[in-house]
């Protein structure tokens, strides 16, 4: 296996980045996708991509858009979105990413806020939906869609791709020299309020995937298989540009939903992912498990509890045992059957976005998958640090990018310094002012710890941290990952500022639930016995037997049980899947007073 790493300095802009791989690779795989109407997979080389690019510049210039002007893209993860933002970002023009699956109120203040005159969309039914909520958005002048328009669609602003994208070029154009120019602005995830834009420059995102490829190797024979959206920041860098700089293929998965097969059948060597999708594959791997034979059930567990002891003595933090022995066996009877279900190919995961919960660490780990956790903001290009193979510590979220300075400030917030800070909030000064100062330290807000081999462990979130009414303070986080290790709760969201007492807001599973109420004899009825007494009890006692090794304050004194999950699309959780805790309790206010009633 071999590196073709391009530097930063050779690049210069991300748009350099894109040309000077072509240039170095032109013949080579870049990007596999799957044509939904020829229900074919198909490959593109890197000369192939350069040369749509070139074709999808001239209909940008035709459309008199000067450098500096925002275009949007609200598209899934395919081989057109990394051609509208090469062709964008080649013109000078600053890319707006929206989330395919966003509220349309969303979308509408994203595109009147960056006042973005050009949006790709996949097809005029995407934008009826917004047409209402845009109204008024006098900048928008030109929506592109990749499929034809339907016959009658009176909006003159609409083109499909093949009307608006000319047959010919003039070749790759290059209009930015400057690394430190206005490359994107990436729309926050808003968990409270209204999204604001991360102003990212060439500069601040090529000097994280640089500082990235530092952590982990990426070779020229790598395929990656990419899901998240390329409107997700980590997604973006990790799983795009980190690609490009080194040389790697990327196939694009046809949905979430396809995942599972999608894995079987590109077998990729790399992913990127947020935890919730390894929740979902242990949760069904559980699942089969729990109606399987006894025999089974054991032979896993001691598989990942060998593994567990395997891995601890590779990292060097466990001495040799006995059992290590039987390890070879196990890793051929269960652990390589469970990742040939993963493609088989595996070598490296790297998950972020939100805390991977150590029971899920544990099982795939013990495995033998080489999972490393990270963490990172929009607001530094993301990634700010992340575990390394021969240093992972999957509690932690690893040390830092080596070209990034970080301290603890006040409150022990983590604060981080370097070039992939960002350029600040679009038309947000006070905003800037307030999480970036003027040395250049930014404060992420989140309540974190150094070791002495420099690895972070992330313990809370000041804006989180729950103050109880005695004055106790309280981080969530880490309380609510541990509840999520059983299985019978899909999601949870522990409550009490200014109350004297701990609650907890928790979706169930819903066939877990119902199977362990027959099994104990209690109400089983759906969604009735999610209102009864004994049942919330007898949750209640799950909980506590999951917070067992916490301290006495963390202590759930009453728990509300829901039926309906926490979604996009009811508005309670943001595009990258973290509650939106506001909305969470607004949406369940009954719920909640009930919790504190009498008190």
């Not at 005695?470 to 990952?481: F, L, R, T, V």
Request: hydrophobic residues 40%; glycine residues 8%; proline residues 5%.
């Amino acid at each position: 296996m071999k590196t073709d790493l391009i530097a930063q300095d050779i690049a210069v802009t991300l748009d350099g980045l894109f040309h000077e791989r072509a240039r170095r690779s032109p013949d080579k795989a870049a990007y596999r996708y799957f044509d939904d109407h020829r229900c074919e997979w198909y490959e593109l080389t890197w000369r192939e991509m350069e040369l749509e690019i070139a074709r999808w510049q001239g209909a940008m210039t035709r459309e008199g858009l000067q450098p500096g002007d925002r275009v949007a893209i609200m598209l899934k993860n395919s081989p057109q979105w990394v051609v509208f933002d090469q062709a964008a970002l080649g013109l000078g023009l600053v890319t707006v990413p929206l989330y395919v699956a966003d509220r349309p109120e969303n979308v509408a203040h994203v595109l009147q806020d960056s006042g973005a005159r050009v949006l790709l969309i996949d097809n005029a039914t995407h934008w009826h939906p917004l047409h209402e909520a845009c109204t008024g958005i006098t900048t928008l002048t030109r929506i592109v869609t990749l499929r034809a328009p339907p016959e009658g669609d009176n909006d003159e602003r609409l083109r499909s791709v093949d009307e608006w994208v000319p047959d010919t070029h003039d070749g790759f154009r290059h209009l930015v020299s400057d690394p430190g120019t206005l490359a994107t602005i990436v729309y926050t995830s808003g968990t409270t309020g209204k999204s604001k834009g991360v102003m990212l420059s060439h500069r601040n995102l090529l000097s994280n995937a640089e500082g990235s490829l530092q952590c982990f190797t990426v070779y020229t024979s790598d395929t990656f298989l990419s899901f998240l959206p390329l409107s997700h920041c980590l997604e973006r860098t990790a799983g795009y540009y980190v690609a490009v700089m080194a040389g790697a293929k990327v196939a694009y998965a046809r949905s979430v939903q396809q995942l599972q097969e999608d894995l079987a059948l590109i077998r990729p060597t790399v992913l990127i992912s947020v935890p919730r999708i390894f929740e979902r594959i242990q949760s069904g791997i559980r699942s089969k498990l729990d109606k399987g034979p006894a025999l089974t059930r054991r032979l896993f567990n001691l598989a990942v509890s060998v593994g567990n002891r395997h891995f601890e003595h590779l990292q060097g933090r466990a001495s040799w045992h006995p059992a290590l022995l039987v390890w070879p066996l196990l890793k051929m009877l269960v652990a390589d059957k469970l990742l040939a279900r993963l493609g088989g190919r595996l070598r490296l995961a790297i998950t972020g976005g939100a805390a991977l919960s150590a029971d899920n660490a544990r099982t795939f780990i013990g495995l033998g998958m080489h999972i490393l956790q990270g963490y990172g903001l929009s607001e530094t290009s993301p990634v700010i640090s992340v575990n390394r193979l021969d240093n992972n510590l999957p509690s932690s979220v690893g040390p830092k990018v080596p070209n990034l300075e970080i301290r603890l400030g006040e409150h022990n917030a983590l604060e981080v310094r370097g070039p992939s800070v960002m350029l600040g909030y679009w038309n947000n000064d006070a905003a800037t002012k307030a999480m970036i100062a003027a040395d250049g330290w930014l404060n992420t807000g989140d309540v974190a710890s150094i070791d002495e081999q420099g690895r972070i462990t992330i313990t809370g979130r000041i804006k989180e941290i729950i103050v109880l009414s005695n004055g106790e303070k309280i981080p969530p986080n880490d309380m609510e990952a541990a509840i999520l290790a059983d299985p019978l709760f899909e999601q949870v969201m522990v409550v009490g500022e200014g109350k004297a007492y701990l609650g907890l807001l928790a979706v169930v599973n819903r066939e877990r639930w119902v199977d362990a109420m027959r099994e104990r004899n209690l109400p089983a009825e759906w969604p009735e016995s999610l209102h009864s007494s004994q049942t919330r009890a007898y949750a209640l006692q799950r909980v506590t037997q999951q917070l067992h090794a916490f301290p006495g304050y963390a202590r759930i004194r009453k728990i509300a049980l829901l039926g309906d999950p926490w979604a996009t699309d009811n508005g309670l959780l943001t595009p990258t899947l973290k509650i939106k805790r506001a909305r969470v309790l607004e949406h369940h206010a009954k719920e909640y007073a009930m919790l504190y009633d009498g008190y």
